[in-house]
C-alpha cells in the first residue's frame, strides 16, 4: 500500500522560504508520478507542480511559476517543493498525490491521482 508523508510546513513571513517533502513507502518514486496541490479554505483544490516518475521531467503551474520548484531524491523516495518569495495567497494546506499512470505535463494539474498524503499546512503572513 503506497503511503505519503508530508512535512515541511509553518508559519513564515512573506518574501520567506519554506521547503516541503513528501517521503513516499517503498519505491513508489520510481514507480509513480508526484504532483503537489494546496487547497486554501473556501476554495477549491489548485494544482501546484508535478515531477515525473525517477524525477526525470517537472511541470509547475503557472500561478507559481518562478517561485516553486518541485525535485525529488529517487534514494530517499522523496518528492520536495521548494517555495521562494511566499505571499499571503500562498496560505493552504499542501498536498503530495501519486499518480501510477505516466507522466504528462499538460496532464498533471488534471488527472485523479491514485493516492493522497495526508497534508501539512503552510501559513504566509504579511
Known amino acids: 500500500q503506497v503511503q505519503l508523508v508530508e512535512s515541511g510546513g509553518g508559519l513564515v513571513q512573506a518574501g520567506g522560504s519554506l521547503r516541503l517533502s513528501c517521503v513516499a513507502s517503498?519505491?513508489?518514486?520510481?514507480?509513480?508520478?508526484m504532483g503537489w496541490f494546496r487547497q486554501a479554505r473556501g476554495k477549491e483544490r489548485e494544482f501546484v507542480a508535478a515531477?515525473?516518475?525517477?524525477?526525470?521531467?517537472?511541470y509547475v503551474a503557472n500561478s507559481v511559476k518562478g517561485r516553486f520548484t518541485i525535485s525529488g531524491d529517487l534514494a530517499k523516495n522523496t518528492v520536495y517543493l521548494q517555495m521562494n518569495g511566499l505571499e499571503p495567497e500562498d496560505t493552504a494546506d499542501y498536498y503530495c498525490?501519486?499518480?501510477?499512470?505516466?507522466?504528462?505535463?499538460?496532464?498533471?494539474?488534471?488527472?485523479?491521482?491514485?493516492?493522497w498524503g495526508q497534508g501539512t499546512q503552510v501559513t504566509v503572513s504579511s
Open positions: 498525490a501519486a499518480s501510477i499512470r505516466p507522466f504528462v505535463a499538460g496532464d498533471m494539474a488534471r488527472r485523479e491521482y491514485d493516492h
Open positions: 515531477i515525473s516518475q525517477r524525477g526525470v521531467f517537472t
Open positions: 517503498g519505491s513508489t518514486f520510481s514507480k509513480y508520478a
